[in-house]
Structure formats: structure tokens, C-alpha cells
């Protein structure tokens, strides 16, 4: 009996005999910090505060959309007729450049007998005002519920989101989808079970099918899931095995869900691919160093916007490598040019005083090491599509998608000062919701006040714009009916869409030019704006002094700072 058992103690085993068990890096989210308790306990207020994001989003968007209310060339020439098709059940009507996610949803408003004019915004501002939901889910896997609800009012209420939504573009519906998709990336990378891989590789399916780029979240997870494994003192085999299985689980997912708009494009093309668009915004870059299609005479090649390249001299191939094979210096100038300057729009996109908000996040405690391998992989997220973007011809638009998913460092430096502030006035926990509700009560004057920025912008038109003042007078001034298949080559497109004819893609190119494509595409009557673009202006102006033989001014329209002339094409 030993001396210590003697006495009645525990003995205390010997290192040789014991070894302590080396520490063991969790894999499940960090627990809340103690000022979330009183959220994480109390649903009525956390749902009441998600509630209230999502009703100011609402309204925001709403008066976005109402008071810019575009409806662009993108949704005449493919969403709105795609939508019509899939709300008749016509898979025909479905194109190869355009997967047909947004057009559903725009179909799914036309089922219940939403105007077309009207069901084409309001998919943005639904889809906008949603984003709170996914980005609550993944700021409170990443940093518990002060970060998510901070993660869901800035990102629903952002004015750079605010402004998009009201716009008919893909990318807010693409934004709310990929957001979701990355929450689930960030349960995969957290841990990769088999479900969570089969709920990642569906949403990224359903991102994919609203805009293409959505696939790209599938590589860049794998790719960070690889790189944690091998990164790994200890299991690294066992790490990789995992990550592979959740990868092809999720992989396999994927295709599934992707597999009809997949089986479009080879119908369509003759080629397995997920898309057709991506070598048309290369072939434009490449052919005219801009983001508008040339006409019938550029090397006897026409670039047309429904997605089929007439391959003339020079356009054999439209791949990423046989374009950087034929111009290697050139595209790479080009590549680093968009790559610089995406990443010098990110920064305006977020809006300084978010970025700002970041600091707290480096600043506040130590953390464990699997959240900081979550946060760092919103960061890779942001920089991997980035980079992508750099591929193609840059708009800031592209930054609607990874915006809100890069605003996850701004809300755990917002959560951050809200705990700081909890800790120094008690009293503002009894406010319903403590802290957090000033910051979503801040955040959504800051969305409010974007809205009405942009309503005067447009000098406060509400629900109307050029366009739509254009078509209406060539509806009731054209002197014959517009009927549905009256071809009518407008800038703004939505001049065809209001006036109740076909849009036809108005091309960036001389006068003589311009009128073959338009005769070429049997086009009845041109709508052209002279405010914005200097050669649209010198070309109508041209039309106007030196009359051609069967082109006839009818019209113009001044709408605000906005002047459209018409011409009649007989």
C-alpha cells in the first residue's frame, strides 16, 4: 500500500503509466460568448428581431424597385420568355446561355397572376429581403446569435444590396441561393458527414441553375476542405478520406439536381457542358474589348446574346484556353487588369464603414481554432470568386452574390462592439432584444434612406422609367398595330417590353451596320436613348440630319434627364 493510499488520498498516476491524451481540435462551432444567452433562450425575440429585418428589407427593396423599376434587355430577351414557357410547361422555351432558376421564379409569380412588368422585380426584392435568413443561419454557426442576427441586418439591409434588388438582374436571387449553399459549405467544413455534404451539393445544384456561377462554391470547398486536412498535425489520411467522400457526395448531389439544364445544353449545342455563356463573355472581351456583342460585320462574325457564336475567321474556338492560346499576353493584361479591379470594387461595395467594423473581429478574444478555420474560409470563398470574376468581363454587379457572404467579418466586429456596449450600460438589456435591436433599428435607416436616395436619383418617378414611357407613346403613336411579334430594336430594352412587340438586341456599331442587323432581324421600329452613350447619340443623330431611304423619325420622348427618339423601318 502506498503512502498516499495510506492516508486515504486518490494517488495521482504516474506520467509512464497515464499519458495525458493530446488535445483534440473540436470540430463543432464555438459556444455562444454569455451575451447571447439571453437571445439563444428567448425565440419570440430572436424570430420577432429576423422578423422585423425582413420586413424593412421589404420595404426598402420594395421602393428600389418602385422607384427605379427597370426591366433590362437580360429580361426581355430571356427571363420574361423563359417564364412565360415554364409557367405554360414549355421546356422548349428554355436557352443554354441562361439557366432557368430565375425565370421559374419569375414563372411561379405568373401562376398566381402577377403582371409580367410587375412579377420580374418582385423576385428581387422577395429574394433580397430573404437574404436575412441564410446569413442568421451562418453568422450563428459561425459566432452565435448576436452575430448572426448583426450578419442578417447587414447583409438584408446593405444599401449595396438594396440597390440591386430593385434592379431585374439575376444576382440578388443568385445571392440569396449561394448564401444558403455557403452556410451549408461552412457545416461541411465544420464537419463532413454524408448529410451535410447531400444539403451542400443540392444548394449549390440550385445556385448553379439560377446563374452559372454558382458551381464554382463546389471546387473551392474542396479545395479548402483538402488543404485544412493536409494542413492537420495528426490524421491527415483519415481527414482527407472524409473531406473526399463529403466532396463526392456533394458532387453527385449536384449533378443530380443540375442534370436537366445540363442535358439543355447538349440538346442545344452538341457539347456537355454546364453552360454556354461563359465563351460568349470571353468571345466579347476578346473580339471588341467591351461588354456589347459587335454586328454582322467584325470578320464576318456575329455575336449574338441567344447564346449561339457564328464561328467566322479567327472565332474556331471560344474555350478559355484557345482564347488565351491566340492572344497569351493580351488576355493575361486583361485577367490582372479585371482581377485589380474587382478587387478595388470590393471594398466601395461593402461601404467603408462595415469594412471598418472588421477591426473588433481581430481585436476581440482569443477564439477557437474551428471557428477561425470557418471564418477564414468566407474569406477564401470571397477571394476564390473573386478571382473567377477576373476571368470574364468585370461588373460590379458580380459582387452581389459574395458581398453579403464577405460582410461576415464586418458582423463579428459589430457583434463584438454590441458585447462591448452590453457590458459597460446593463441597462440596455432590458430594451427588447438588448443592443441588437439599435443596431438593426441604425441598419434599417441606413436601408431606408438608400431607397429614397435612389428614388431621387430618378427625380422620384415611381413605377415608370424611360423605357416604359417610350413604349407606351409607340403603342398609341406608331400609326399600326404592335403586335406581339413586331420586331422593335430598343435601348432600353424594356422600351420592346412595354410597347407589347419583340426585343431585338441593339448592337454597339456604325450606322450602316446598325440598319443591315436591324433588316437582317426584320425590325419594324428602333427606340434609342441619346442620353448615356456617346455613339448611340452620334448615330441617331446621324439618322436624324441624313435621313437613309426607308428609316423615318416618328417620336421622340423626354422622361426626366432622358431623351428616346423613335424611327420607323419600313
Not at 273 to 288: D, E, F, S, W
Not at 433 to 442: F, K, M, S, W
Amino acid at each position: 500500500m502506498t503512502e498516499a493510499a495510506a492516508d486515504g488520498a486518490t494517488p495521482e498516476p504516474s506520467a509512464e503509466a497515464a499519458p495525458e491524451p493530446p488535445p483534440v481540435e473540436s470540430s463543432e462551432p464555438a459556444a455562444p460568448d454569455p451575451g447571447d444567452a439571453a437571445l439563444e433562450g428567448d425565440e419570440p425575440t430572436r424570430w420577432g428581431i429576423l422578423g422585423a429585418i425582413i420586413a424593412v428589407a421589404l420595404v426598402a427593396h420594395g421602393l428600389s424597385a418602385a422607384f427605379t423599376h427597370p426591366i433590362y434587355a437580360d429580361a426581355v430577351f430571356w427571363y420574361f420568355p423563359i417564364a412565360d414557357s415554364l409557367a405554360a410547361g414549355d421546356l422548349g422555351g428554355l436557352d443554354v446561355a441562361v439557366p432557368p432558376g430565375h425565370p421559374a421564379l419569375i414563372g411561379l409569380l405568373r401562376l398566381i397572376g402577377i403582371p409580367m412588368g410587375l412579377a420580374g422585380p418582385l423576385v428581387g426584392v422577395v429574394c433580397g429581403a430573404l437574404l436575412a435568413l441564410p446569413l442568421h443561419a451562418l453568422g450563428r454557426r459561425v459566432g452565435g446569435e448576436r452575430v448572426g442576427l448583426c450578419l442578417a441586418a447587414l447583409g438584408a439591409l446593405h444599401p449595396f444590396i438594396v440597390r440591386f434588388a430593385g434592379e431585374l438582374k439575376s444576382e440578388v436571387p443568385l445571392a440569396l441561393f449561394l448564401a444558403f449553399a455557403v452556410e451549408r459549405a461552412v457545416a461541411v467544413v465544420e464537419r463532413p458527414t454524408p448529410l451535410r455534404a447531400v444539403g451542400f451539393g443540392a444548394l449549390v445544384g440550385l445556385s448553379y441553375l439560377v446563374k452559372p456561377e454558382g458551381w464554382g462554391l463546389l471546387p473551392v470547398t474542396a479545395l479548402f476542405l483538402g488543404m485544412n486536412a493536409l494542413c492537420r498535425r495528426e490524421g491527415r489520411l483519415l481527414e482527407l478520406g472524409r473531406a473526399a467522400l463529403a466532396i463526392a457526395i456533394a458532387a453527385a448531389v449536384f449533378y443530380v439536381v443540375a442534370l436537366g439544364n445540363i442535358a439543355n445544353v447538349y440538346a442545344k449545342t452538341g457539347e456537355w457542358g454546364l453552360t454556354n455563356k461563359g465563351g460568349i463573355a470571353l468571345t466579347n472581351r476578346v473580339l471588341t474589348d467591351s461588354p456589347f456583342p459587335q454586328s454582322l460585320t467584325d470578320d464576318h462574325t456575329e455575336v449574338r446574346l441567344h447564346a449561339q457564336i457564328y464561328r467566322g475567321e479567327g472565332i474556331r474556338e471560344t474555350s478559355l484556353g484557345a482564347i488565351v492560346r491566340r492572344d497569351p499576353g493580351g488576355q493575361g493584361k486583361r485577367i490582372l487588369g479585371n482581377l485589380v479591379e474587382a478587387w478595388a470594387a470590393l471594398p466601395e461595395a461593402l461601404a467603408w464603414f462595415p469594412l471598418i467594423l472588421a477591426i473588433p473581429a481581430f481585436l476581440a478574444a482569443r477564439r477557437a481554432r474551428a471557428r477561425w478555420r470557418l471564418e477564414l474560409f468566407a474569406i477564401f470563398v470571397v477571394a476564390a470568386y473573386l478571382g473567377a470574376f477576373s476571368l470574364f468581363w468585370f461588373s460590379r454587379r458580380m459582387l452581389v452574390s459574395i458581398v453579403p457572404i464577405a460582410l461576415l467579418w464586418p458582423a463579428l466586429g459589430l457583434a463584438a462592439g454590441v458585447g462591448w456596449l452590453a457590458g459597460r450600460r446593463p441597462g440596455l438589456a432590458r430594451l427588447p432584444g438588448g443592443p441588437v435591436a439599435i443596431v438593426v433599428v441604425a441598419l434599417a435607416l441606413v436601408a431606408l434612406g438608400s431607397a429614397l436616395r435612389i428614388g431621387k436619383k430618378h427625380d422620384w418617378h415611381w413605377l415608370g422609367g424611360p423605357g416604359r414611357d417610350a413604349g407606351a407613346w409607340l403603342r398609341e403613336n406608331a400609326g399600326e398595330p404592335i403586335e406581339p411579334a413586331t420586331a422593335i430594336m430598343a435601348d432600353p430594352g424594356d422600351a420592346a417590353f412595354w410597347a407589347g412587340g419583340r426585343y431585338v438586341f441593339f448592337p454597339t456599331d456604325d450606322l450602316e451596320a446598325t440598319l443591315e442587323y436591324a433588316r437582317h432581324k426584320g425590325v419594324r421600329f428602333i427606340a434609342v436613348d441619346v442620353t448615356d452613350l456617346k455613339a448611340r447619340l452620334d448615330l441617331a443623330t446621324e439618322l436624324r440630319e441624313r435621313p437613309r431611304p426607308g428609316v423615318t423619325p416618328i417620336g421622340s420622348i423626354d422622361s426626366g434627364e432622358t431623351t428616346i427618339w423613335i424611327f420607323r423601318v419600313d
